[in-house]
């Protein structure tokens, strides 16, 4: 490894003076420790580092970089956060342990000179949908607290509270939606598709089916309803009564006899459609059933809020002539300006409006000047969350912690990265340390300090290359960050001339969020990057009016587009049952394989056998986990590998069939570079073997759990599940930010397999930030020129040239450096 001498002396590595006691020795370790300089780390082992040591400086803004895969959130989440997060958990009661997530003790021999850590990840866990922008940056409980103390209030009306205008609380939420602003009803229309059936021939598609459904239509038959009648034959009151009625009556049913069973009478209760419907909607733990009620409802604004999910008394009371549902409901940089031109009635309505203006500029200085405080979270991409989270810490006056951050730049144009700088030297300035683990070159040459991990991925990487000012890093050959730092590496854009159209999919007079009477042309055959700054519409332009229209165009005879495929970052399985083979259809082959061993054929086993899904040859004690719950008396509870299987999943039986020598637990141990190896000669594993390397995933273990996977990854897997079953029919590829969460030189790979197959007649649309990418594309259409109510058209469309010699909008300067820089 490459390090640079360590400008200061390091305390901590010299040998402590002889002392009376071993308490003074320690008392003694650690003030030299507190006046290190650096963050030194020894021997860390998590998941693929090897051993590895580094010593970071405290009080800069050190950048972890390296290809994805290669071991750098391993030693800055998996060994620095979490060291700081065991040491900060040692000093709490072990009862309040219990209540605090933890995510484990790191794999290393020893961390010193390490500050308490906070960490800002790109959760991939939804939040609740009653969290938004202002539960999230707490501007909600500044904006409340204006309203409840500068607001007007009706006369006559008492002065109501901060907790009035919080429809998170019984004192504020209306009591009609209970806060929600929206509620769920059902109709005659979406509980009966078919007026044409009777009762009997299914005419209530929302009820069970099964024997639930049949002991619904008997209950009927016995309360004297005619159920072989068509059901817009019947009376309304009839139709109503069955459909909607909160009775639940209890009548005896006598069953038609069955020729091979006897069935006596039973008592049953009857339940209205509506009512099961609604109950299994709300209460059901089954995801399954509840989007199946979920599709006999229509989701309506509150008749009695009208969507404002408060109570009348509070959505009575203004400030500068607005309601709080309507300043909620304002992007903030509008916020801002109406709150910098309210007029004073007052120092309390001074105060706290200046108060909640400082509190805004931070998320609008990050990009996010787009968003609405009652924007739901559930609705943020996790870039934009992340970059909330990080706004709100700079208000929160914290100084002397080590802040670990997962690719701030992640959804950023490079406008809005110029910003996101500026606020990481603030964090620092206040007397922080600040950890980035990132991607974007940009941010890699801000750094004051750089540990590059490497060389590759997987087993191939997990050594720190370099730690040191990124000037130093020039000199390491075995780096790929060097090469495209510094500009040796082969750019994204190195490719062909542009290609020309074959077709292409119109859109007219598009209006969907931002998106005021937008006219935009995709031509086909090409590879069409969509840009713009966070917030323009380009996910909604694409993922939403595009997906759709070319859907519902897909039977049209003479639609040239055959086949619609999205690719999105969204998890492939939300359980560590979930992994790369299963999803990729992978692991059917494996266990068809195995299944055809004369030891499992001898002894009758078919493919299910070695499933640990299912019982029969899973390990019974861990349910095919491979791992147990270990409770601890005012501990959090821990986990361990299952005492019978050892982390295998399999029962002893089931590991004895080997094919090749390998048992299957050991086969799901093998990355996919080994494992195309071992499965030469079989072509259904090649195939899905060579796409997931031909989309550089060839680092992953077949087995490794789709909760272990980042969005990224989770892309490329989806991508490369489609590679391997190509077809000819014309397909149209959308992709939402496909180099999120990549290094540059994992984007050279990712975008051989895009050009490819639009070489191969296909059509390629990404939404793009990385004006790498952009710069190799055919088509560009760039959306602006802001974000939120500023953004909404397209600004220009074109070559990349022609774009980038537009200057309109904000993406034509960045582009036109791109495409000098890959001249």
């Known amino acids: 490894m490459h390090q640079p001498a360590d400008p200061s002396p390091a305390p901590a590595d010299a040998s402590p003076s002889p002392s009376p006691s071993a308490s003074a020795a320690a008392s003694a370790a650690a003030t030299a420790a507190a006046h290190d300089p650096f963050v030194r780390v020894r021997g860390a082992r998590e998941h693929n580092l090897r051993g590895v040591d580094v010593d970071v400086p405290r009080d800069a803004l050190t950048v972890f970089t390296g290809v994805s895969g290669s071991g750098k959130s391993s030693l800055a989440f998996g060994t620095l956060y979490a060291e700081a997060q065991r040491r900060y958990f040692e000093s709490v009661a072990p009862y309040a342990r219990r209540l605090i997530h933890q995510i484990g003790a790191p ?63 019984a004192a504020g939420a209306c009591p009609s939606c209970h806060g929600l602003g929206r509620i769920h009803r059902t109709s005659e229309e979406l509980l009966v598709p078919d007026p044409a059936l009777s009762i009997r021939q299914g005419a209530i598609a929302a009820w069970p089916g099964a024997w639930q459904g049949k002991n619904l239509r008997d209950i009927l038959e016995a309360l004297g309803h005619d159920v072989d009648r068509a059901w817009r034959e019947l009376p309304a009151k009839d139709r109503e009564w069955i459909l909607f009625t909160e009775e639940q009556p209890v009548v005896t049913v006598h069953p038609v006899r069955d020729a091979d069973r006897i069935q006596r009478p039973y008592q049953g209760t009857y339940t209205s459609a509506h009512r099961y419907v609604m109950r299994t909607y709300a209460d059901s733990k089954s995801a399954t059933l509840r989007a199946r009620a979920e599709r006999f409802l229509e989701d309506s604004p509150c008749p009695a809020c009208e969507g404002r999910r408060l109570r009348p008394e509070a959505l009575a009371v203004t400030f500068a002539g607005y309601g709080i549902a309507e300043l909620a409901g304002m992007a903030l940089s509008e916020l801002d300006g109406v709150l910098a031109s309210a007029p004073a009635s007052g120092e309390a309505a001074r105060v706290l409006a200046e108060d909640l203006r400082s509190r805004i500029r931070p998320v609008t200085e990050l990009g996010l000047g787009y968003l609405s405080l009652d924007r739901t979270a559930p609705s943020l991409s996790a870039g934009e969350l992340q970059r909330l989270r990080l706004a709100t810490q700079l208000r929160s006056g914290l100084f002397g912690v080590v802040y670990v951050l997962d690719e701030p730049s992640a959804g950023l144009h490079p406008a809005d990265t110029e910003a996101l700088l500026g606020v990481l030297d603030r964090l620092k300035e206040a007397g922080n340390t600040v950890f980035v683990v990132e991607h974007h070159m940009d941010v890699v040459r801000h750094a004051d300090w750089l540990v590059d991990v490497g060389p590759l991925a997987g087993e191939h990487g997990g050594q720190v290359l370099y730690s040191g000012p990124p000037p130093g890093l020039a000199g390491v050959a075995r780096s790929a960050t060097a090469r495209h730092l510094f500009g040796t590496g082969a750019g994204a854009a190195a490719r062909g001339p542009v290609r020309r159209a074959t077709g292409s999919v119109q859109l007219e007079g598009v209006d969907l969020h931002n998106l005021r009477a937008v006219a935009a042309r995709f031509p086909l055959g090409v590879f069409t990057a969509v840009t713009g700054v966070s917030g323009s519409g380009k996910s909604t332009l694409v993922g939403q009016v595009l997906a759709r229209e070319v859907g519902e165009r897909l039977a049209e005879p003479d639609f040239p587009v055959r086949r619609l495929v999205e690719v999105d970052q969204k998890p492939i399985g939300r359980t560590p049952r979930s992994n790369l083979a299963t999803y990729t259809g992978l692991f059917d082959v494996v266990r068809r394989i195995f299944a055809a061993e004369p030891q499992a054929r001898a002894r009758g086993w078919k493919a299910g056998r070695f499933s640990f899904n299912v019982a029969g040859g899973r390990c019974e004690t861990c349910q095919g986990e491979g791992f147990v719950s270990v409770e601890l008396l005012f501990l959090p509870s821990t986990y361990a590998p299952c005492p019978d299987c050892a982390g295998a999943r399999y029962n002893a039986e089931t590991l004895e069939v080997r094919h090749r020598g390998l048992n299957i637990a050991e086969v799901l141990a093998l990355t996919v570079e080994a494992a195309t190896a071992f499965f030469a000669g079989v072509p259904a594993a090649e195939r899905s073997l060579r796409a997931l390397e031909g989309v550089g995933l060839g680092y992953l273990r077949l087995g490794q759990p789709a909760t272990e996977l980042s969005g990224g990854e989770a892309q490329r897997i989806k991508l490369a599940t489609e590679l391997q079953r190509l077809r000819r029919d014309h397909t149209l590829y959308l992709l939402d930010e496909p180099t999120t969460g990549l290094h540059p030189a994992d984007v050279v790979v990712l975008l051989r397999q895009l050009h490819g197959l639009v070489d191969a007649g296909h059509s390629v649309v990404v939404v793009e930030h990385d004006m790498a990418v952009v710069a190799g594309a055919d088509w560009v259409i760039d959306l602006g020129p802001g974000g939120g109510t500023a953004g909404g058209r397209i600004v220009a469309s074109g070559t990349p040239a022609e774009v980038a010699a537009s200057g309109a909008g904000r993406t034509s300067a960045y582009l036109a450096r791109a495409l000098a820089g890959s001249a």
């Open 107 to 169: 794999k290393v021999d020893s961390v010193t000179g390490l500050p308490p850590a906070v960490s800002l990840e790109q959760r991939r866990s939804s939040p609740g949908s009653r969290s938004s922008v202002g539960t999230v940056t707490l501007l909600s409980n500044s904006l409340r607290m204006l309203y409840s103390r500068a607001g007007t209030h009706p006369p006559g009306a008492g002065r109501l509270d901060s907790d009035a205008f919080s429809p998170n609380t």
